[in-house]
């Protein structure tokens, strides 16, 4: 059996979407209790400061990027389980995506919430994601050295294996 040395709980585990014999399936979270589950990520598009100031000015010549990309963050977030093969089709209750400029570009945000069986993290992760993707498209034709990257977990809150925050 495969273990994770950084169970949240200290001690190894068996990764759960392996069953015995190591093949991959989905979880069986039926008899798992409902509970409020909220996980937020972050993310980050490098860029020159001309463009970061055009995509914070909304003066892109295909539109509002940062409308545009949150649009697509939320949209992904609510399809993570057609795009992830074995993440659980969740109903959300609230994802929230922000943008802050930053002296590297353009940081995202993306906070999901759920009363579920399982939590969000995948969610708020693929959000965060797709909306760096968005803003590469908006942006392209204006710097197409872009980077997307720091994309990660920062927290989360809810379900068995307890809260979750990063640390510096």
């Known amino acids: 059996m495969s273990t994770d040395p950084q169970s949240p709980k200290g001690k190894g585990t068996r990764l759960t979407h392996l069953d015995e014999k190591g093949a991959a399936h989905m979880v069986d979270v039926s008899q798992k209790p409902v509970t409020t589950?909220?996980?937020?990520?972050?993310?980050?598009?490098?860029?020159?400061?001309?463009?970061?100031?055009?995509?914070?000015?909304s003066a892109l010549k295909k539109?509002?990027?940062?409308?545009?990309?949150?649009?697509a963050g939320i949209m992904a977030a609510k399809r993570t389980a057609d795009l992830v093969p074995l993440c659980h089709p969740l109903s959300l209750s609230a994802i929230r995506i922000d943008f802050e400029a930053c002296a590297e570009g353009i940081e995202m945000t993306a906070t999901v919430s759920t009363c579920e069986r399982t939590g969000v993290?995948?969610?708020?992760?693929?959000?965060?994601s797709v909306a760096a993707l968005t803003l590469y498209d908006m942006a392209k034709?204006?710097?197409?050295?872009?980077?997307?990257?720091?994309?990660?977990?920062?927290?989360?809150?809810?379900g068995a294996s307890g809260d979750y925050h990063e640390t510096a």
Do not use: P, Y
């Not at 034709?141 to 809810?158: D, P, T, Y």
């Open 37 to 57: 589950r909220k996980a937020t990520a972050k993310g980050l598009i490098e860029m020159t400061a001309a463009t970061r100031d055009l995509v914070m000015a």
């Open 63 to 71: 539109g509002d990027a940062l409308a545009t990309a949150r649009i």
């Open 121 to 128: 993290e995948m969610e708020a992760l693929t959000a965060v």
């Open 141 to 158: 034709a204006v710097e197409r050295s872009m980077r997307i990257g720091q994309i990660r977990l920062v927290s989360k809150e809810g």
